[in-house]
């Protein structure tokens, strides 16, 4: 690596970091406006989501037509069974937050974070170290105490959060591993992603949402406001910089980094809620939200220091070095090695 190339390594994480920050926030307010009663009360939740998957998917055929990025080969079957659990995932989500009270359908979010640390320990044996579970306790603390309200369950929401939280925590991890099995880039991944989701959200989603809303899709359309077309458009375009951020903060780092972003965001969304909606903004949520990024600080020191102390591990020598070579050779060509306390060839 050249030294230019390490110097462009950092930015581009920031870099990567921010692009999802900035478009996840920005398409929850896009959203807010185009789904609210108060705006223009789109409640097509999923088949939304299938919208956002055809634009980034049509990005991806342009961008594979213009060679600007190359086609990798990956199995059918990894694509199929990725987006069954990407679907799983949203679905199960849309169904948790209709089912249980938000206080729930939040504390549900709160445990992604142990349950991707237990996934990933059992997938692929990766231990974490003390610095970092007490940092991630910190984040889920402070998170809860400033989002976590009512909170109400029942049989059907329970099963539903259960298997979002399994599902989405199964999908992140998945992204990573993916793009490692593979050596793919995180947006070619996402171009071969994007239309299997988004076929499959589109014919299922208006039966979901007609499910949790009780309304029909082409009724909307049939009345739909040029305002509500912006704003869809909007959302759709904010939806590929946050799908390809995505995968980009999780190829780079991991399930867990990316969890701990999520709620960065939700602390950006309450303050972003409160300057632009007047949202009401409590001592409790100021507090919690102060807690929760003294977690995200503490989280990123113990990264770095896991970091530091893996790069200070010897390696074992598992092979012989050039110059032990050539004497090796050396000794062939001259005879027999002769052991020099006895003069004795070995």
Known sequence: MTESEKKASPVSDVG??????ISSVGIIMANKQLMSANGYAFTF?????????????????????????????VPLWELLWF????????TGMNLSLMLNSVGFYQISKLSMIPVVCVMEWILHGKRYSKEVKVSVVVVVIGVGVCTVTDVKVNAKGFICACVAVLATSLQQISIGSLQKKYSIGAFELLSKTAPIQALSLLVLGPFIDYYLTGRIISDYMKT??????IFILISCSLAVFCNISQYLCIGRFSAVSFQVLGHMKTVAVLTLGWLLFDSELTFKNIAGMLV????MVIYSWAVEVE???????????HS???EELNLLKDGLEKGPIKDPEFGESK
Not at 16 to 21: G, K, L
Not at 83 to 90: E, G, Q, Y
Not at 307 to 317: F, L
């Open 16 to 21: 990567a970091w921010a692009m999802n920050v």
């Open 83 to 90: 987006s069954i659990v990407a679907n799983m995932s949203i």
């Open 307 to 317: 970091k530091g102390a893996a790069k200070n591990i010897p390696h074992s020598k």
């Open 292 to 295: 929760a990024v003294a977690g």
């Open 45 to 73: 939740a999923t088949t939304l989501t299938g919208f956002h998957f055809a634009v980034t998917a049509l990005v991806g055929f342009v961008s594979n037509s213009t060679g600007y990025t190359a086609s990798k080969h």
């Open 320 to 322: 012989l070095t050039e």
């Open 224 to 229: 739909i406001s040029s305002g509500a077309i």
